[in-house]
């Protein structure tokens, strides 16, 4: 009981509903504005592919143990860090002329003997 108050003075959501922000999070899982850190870290933890592709009834217990002794390690003090996003490059590449996409395409065909 103790834990479940601290969790909320922590910023941290109750299991259930962390459990819905990490099935329902867009991708890149990254970029997603998390509520904390430790949803992310749980959902990352529990395979962002067996969380999509399960059902509840199985998905949830796992989340939820994950998503227990992340909560505990942060009740204790430790600092999760917020995954780092994903940006586009500053200064994408040239394109190539039509001179130079026929030699490449050439140079594949060849390679693969096509």
């Known amino acids: ?12 959501p109750d299991a259930r509903a962390a459990y819905r922000e990490a099935c329902n999070a867009s991708s890149p899982k990254a970029n997603f504005n998390w509520s904390h850190p430790a949803v992310y870290h749980a959902g990352r933890e529990s395979n962002w592919f067996f969380l999509a ?3 509840e ?10 998503y227990r002794k992340i909560c505990a390690r942060v009740l204790e003090g430790e600092k999760l860090p917020l ?9 994408p590449g040239t394109p190539l002329s039509k001179e130079e996409n026929a030699q ?11």
């Open 1 to 12: 009981m103790l834990q479940l108050c601290a969790a909320g003075d922590n910023g941290l």
């Open 53 to 55: 592709n399960n059902a």
């Open 57 to 66: 009834s199985v998905a949830y217990p796992v989340f939820a143990e994950h």
């Open 83 to 91: 995954p780092a996003q994903l940006q586009l490059e500053e200064k």
């Open 104 to 114: 490449k395409m050439a140079a594949l065909r060849a390679k693969l003997d096509i």
